[in-house]
C-alpha cells in the first residue's frame, strides 16, 4: 500500500529556509492524486499550506505564498516543501498528504506521512 | 477564507456514551464537509468525507450529517480507542480550513 515519509532538518535558524521532502512509496506519484503539505504547531490545531499535482500545478494558503515553494521529483517518486524566511511562529510538525479529489469539490486528505517536527530556534 | 468552528472544545464521555461534535462553517460549503481523528502523537486519519461518507476502514459507529453550515459527527458508542482530538475540514474552497478541534476524553 502507499505510505508517505517526511525527511529533513528538525531545527532552523530564525530567518533560514525549511526544506523537507515527502517520499512516495508503494505507489507512483504520477497518479491522479494531488500531493499536499499541512502542518501543527505544538498544541494547536491543522493548517494547510498547499498542494502540488505532478505537473507542478499548485495552490498554496495565501498566508503563507509569498514564503512557500512546493515541488515534484518524479524521478524520485518525492515532493518537496521550502518555506523561507522562517520564525518562531513556523514551529510544528509538518505532516505531507495525498488528496484525493473525485469530482467538483469532493477533497479529502485519505493517507498521511508520520510528520517531523521542525524547530526554529537560533 | 471560510472558517470553521466546533463545539465544544473538549467534552468528558465515558465508554459507552453516545457522542456528539458539531462543526459550523461561516458561510455555506453544501455537503464538502469531512472529519478527522488524530490520537496524541500520530497523523490526522480520515473518518468521513463529503458529510456523511463512512471512509472505508472506520467502524460503522461513525457517522456524519449536515449540510450548508451546520455538521455532526456522531459516535454511537464511544470506545477505548476513540478517545482523541477530531477535526473538521472544509473542501469548498482554498484554502482549505480545518476547525479548531474537539479533545474527547474519558471522564
Known amino acids: 500500500q502507499v505510505q508517505l515519509q517526511e525527511s529533513g532538518p528538525g531545527l532552523v535558524k530564525p530567518s533560514g529556509t525549511l526544506s523537507l521532502t515527502c517520499a512516495v512509496s508503494?505507489?507512483?506519484?504520477?497518479?491522479?492524486?494531488?500531493w499536499s503539505w499541512v502542518r501543527q504547531p505544538p498544541g494547536k490545531g491543522l493548517e494547510w499550506i498547499g498542494e502540488?499535482?505532478?505537473?507542478?500545478?499548485?495552490d498554496y494558503n495565501p498566508s503563507l505564498k509569498s514564503r512557500v515553494t512546493m515541488s515534484v521529483d518524479k524521478s524520485n517518486n518525492q515532493f518537496s516543501l521550502r518555506v523561507t524566511s522562517v520564525t518562531a511562529a513556523d514551529t510544528a510538525v509538518y505532516y505531507c498528504?495525498?488528496?484525493?479529489?473525485?469530482?467538483?469539490?469532493?477533497?479529502?486528505?485519505?493517507?498521511w506521512g508520520r510528520g517531523t517536527l521542525v524547530t526554529v530556534s537560533s | 477564507d471560510i472558517q470553521m468552528t466546533q463545539s465544544p472544545s473538549s467534552l468528558s464521555a465515558s465508554v459507552g456514551d453516545r457522542v456528539t461534535i458539531t462543526c459550523r462553517a461561516s458561510?455555506?460549503?453544501?455537503?464538502?464537509l469531512n472529519w478527522y481523528q488524530q490520537n496524541p502523537g500520530k497523523a490526522p486519519k480520515l473518518l468521513i468525507y463529503?458529510?456523511?461518507s463512512l471512509q472505508s476502514g472506520v467502524p460503522s459507529r461513525f457517522s456524519g450529517s449536515g449540510s450548508g453550515t451546520d455538521f455532526t459527527l456522531t459516535i454511537s458508542s464511544l470506545q477505548p480507542e476513540d478517545f482523541a482530538t477530531y477535526y473538521c475540514?472544509?473542501?469548498?474552497?482554498?484554502?482549505?480550513?480545518f476547525g479548531q478541534g474537539t479533545k474527547v476524553e474519558i471522564k
Open positions: 498528504a495525498r488528496v484525493s479529489w473525485v469530482g467538483d469539490n469532493l477533497y479529502y486528505f485519505d493517507l
Open positions: 508503494g505507489g507512483p506519484i504520477s497518479s491522479s492524486h494531488w
Open positions: 502540488i499535482y505532478h505537473s507542478g500545478s499548485t
Open positions: 458561510q455555506s460549503i453544501s455537503n464538502y
Open positions: 463529503a458529510a456523511s
Open positions: 475540514q472544509q473542501s469548498y474552497s482554498t484554502p482549505r480550513t
